[in-house]
C-alpha cells in the first residue's frame, strides 16, 4: 500500500505530466478557457488513463513487444470512444466545447506515454495508481488553469449552466487571458510555482530518509 501512494502522489506533484513531464500541453492551452471543458476533459483523461493501464498491464505479458504500440492505440482508442459517445449523448455542450480534443486523446501522449512507460512494465495494482495520481495531476492543473481564466479574463465563473462567481461590475476583464499569450504566461507562473513546491517536498522527504537512517 505505501508504494501504491507513492506512485499515486507522483503523479500528482514530483511527476506531474504538467508541470514536470511537459507531456499533454496542447490540450491543456486549448481547453483551459472554461473550467466546465476543462473539468469534463479531466475527467475523461482519468477515466482513459486508468482503464487503459489497467488492461495493458493485464496483458503484458502476453503482449509481444514488437507490436506493443499499435496494442496500446487500439486499447486507448477504444476507451476513448466511450468517453466520446458518453459526453456526445449525456454533455451536448460540454461535447461541443472540446470538439477535436476528445477523439485526440487517443494520441495525448499523457496516456500513451504512461502506457509505454509505466503500465507496460508493471502490475494491475500499480497501474492503477499512476493511472489515478496522472489523471488528477492533469485534471487539477487543467482545472485550476481554466478556472483562472474564465473568471477574470470573462468576469464569470461558470458551471453546468449555473454562475459560480460574478465579478464587481467595475471590473474590465482582460482579454489575453483568454488568449494563449495569457495561457502561456499563466502556465509559466504554475510550472515555477509547482517546481517550487517539488524541491520542499523532495528536501523533506531526504530529510526524513536521513533521519530513519540514522535511528537504525
Known amino acids: 500500500m505505501k508504494e501504491w501512494m ?6 500528482l506533484s514530483l511527476e506531474n505530466p504538467l508541470t514536470v513531464l511537459m507531456i499533454g500541453l496542447c490540450s491543456t492551452l486549448a481547453v483551459s478557457t472554461k473550467l ?4 469534463f476533459m479531466g475527467i475523461g483523461v482519468i477515466f482513459v488513463l486508468v482503464m487503459s493501464n489497467v488492461l495493458i498491464a493485464a496483458v503484458r505479458k502476453f503482449t509481444p513487444d ?3 504500440i499499435p496494442i496500446f492505440i487500439v486499447i486507448i482508442a ?5 468517453v466520446d459517445l458518453v459526453m456526445k449523448a449525456y454533455l451536448p455542450s460540454v461535447y461541443s466545447f472540446l470538439g477535436v480534443w ?17 503500465a507496460y512494465h508493471n502490475t494491475v495494482w500499480l497501474s492503477v495508481a499512476d493511472g489515478i495520481g496522472m489523471g ?3 485534471t487539477v492543473i487543467i482545472a485550476g488553469l ?17 454562475t459560480l462567481v ?7 476583464p482582460p482579454n489575453i487571458l483568454l488568449l494563449f499569450p495569457g495561457a502561456f504566461i499563466l502556465f509559466g507562473l504554475i510550472i515555477a510555482g509547482s517546481q517550487a513546491l517539488n524541491r520542499r517536498i523532495a528536501a523533506k522527504d531526504a530529510a526524513q530518509a536521513a533521519s530513519l537512517k540514522e535511528a537504525v
Open 6 to 11: 507513492r506512485v499515486l502522489r507522483n503523479g
Open 36 to 39: 466546465e471543458g476543462a473539468f
Open 66 to 68: 514488437e507490436v506493443r
Open 78 to 82: 477504444s476507451f476513448v470512444t466511450i
Open 102 to 118: 476528445i477523439p485526440l486523446i487517443v494520441v495525448n501522449c499523457i496516456v500513451l506515454g504512461r502506457a509505454e512507460a509505466f
Open 136 to 138: 488528477l495531476g492533469y
Open 146 to 162: 481554466a478556472a483562472f481564466r474564465e473568471l477574470f479574463g470573462s468576469g464569470q465563473l461558470q458551471f453546468l449552466g449555473a
Open 166 to 172: 460574478t465579478m464587481p461590475a467595475f471590473y474590465r
